[in-house]
């Protein structure tokens, strides 16, 4: 009795409607744009062959998200081309002016997980363009095992400058990663 009343809560005839442009911004994220239309598409038809399995503890769009997020690691994970995928999809976000405004926050991403290192300095540096000048220059010779005294003698800057921009050279990389990754 409780699998029909929570099949009665979906309502698969406003899918695509009520989530489709959301399902493709959170995917244009992920993905190539080419990979987009096909992947938000096999996630309604996966949907509706798991309707039935459908709890109704989360909203549609969580649960359809959830569907698409499966599928996007299942390709990553079987693609033995990921270090192409990845720096394709990093290449065509920088050229492309398109910005999407919508976020889904998660505490766990399979593709994130699965990535090796190097794809993660990959992205990483993709993003080390949006910093200042001053900023890239702390933010690398932190990476590269500086202490802070070292920095700040090498830049002629105070402790507290030096803070500073490391925290602002951090918070834009997250932010970056949120938006674009």
């Avoid at 405004?101 to 994130?112: A, L, S």
Wanted: hydrophobic share 35%; with cysteine; proline share 2%.
């Amino acid at each position: 009795m409780q699998s029909n009343h929570s099949t009665r809560q979906l309502e698969p005839q406003n899918w695509v409607h009520n989530h489709k442009g959301y399902l493709f911004s959170f995917a244009y994220k992920k993905l190539p744009q080419d990979m987009v239309e096909d992947f938000v598409q096999d996630t309604f038809l996966a949907a509706l062959k798991s309707a039935h399995r459908f709890k109704g503890i989360s909203s549609e769009r969580v649960w359809l998200t959830a569907i698409l997020k499966y599928k996007i690691a299942d390709h990553y994970r079987s693609n033995k081309s990921m270090r192409y995928s990845v720096s394709e999809n990093i290449e065509s976000r920088l050229s492309s002016s398109r910005k999407l405004d919508q976020r889904f926050e998660n505490t766990h991403d399979p593709i994130v997980d699965s990535m090796n290192e190097n794809d993660l300095k990959l992205v990483l540096n993709s993003g080390m363009e949006i910093l200042s000048t001053r900023e890239h220059q702390i933010l690398q010779l932190k990476q590269n095992g500086f202490s802070t005294e070292a920095i700040c003698d090498k830049l002629q800057i105070s402790r507290a400058h030096c803070w500073v921009l490391l925290h602002r050279a951090r918070k834009k990389l997250q932010q970056y990663l949120n938006k674009n990754w």
